[in-house]
């Protein structure tokens, strides 16, 4: 199934240290790659390697920006619900 090309998915890493990591991209897959090649963000780099633990589809940029913010304000519980429970 092909996604229309401003469709934007949020993700959730877990990081070598144990922590949690939110972000947003159009290609989840590559972008966890980019993450494990030390070319992801800076808060992921010195915590390698990272796994995928979430995907969300979102739709277009601004949807997917709002939802990275609302979960990326949630306690750290509320993120282990969100990723271990659906």
């Not at 277009?60 to 429970?85: F, Q």
Request: aromatic share 8%; glycine share 10%; hydrophobic share 35%.
């Amino acid at each position: 199934m092909n996604e229309p090309a401003d469709f934007w998915h949020v993700y959730i890493l877990k990081c070598c240290d144990g922590s949690l990591y939110t972000g947003i991209a159009k290609d989840v897959v590559a972008r966890v790659k980019k993450h494990n090649s030390g070319q992801g963000a800076k808060y992921t780099r010195g915590r390698l390697p990272v796994e995928l633990l979430y995907t969300e589809s979102v739709g277009p940029h601004g949807e997917a920006l709002r939802r990275e913010m609302e979960i990326k304000r949630m306690s750290a519980a509320n993120k282990n619900k969100l990723v271990y429970s659906g």
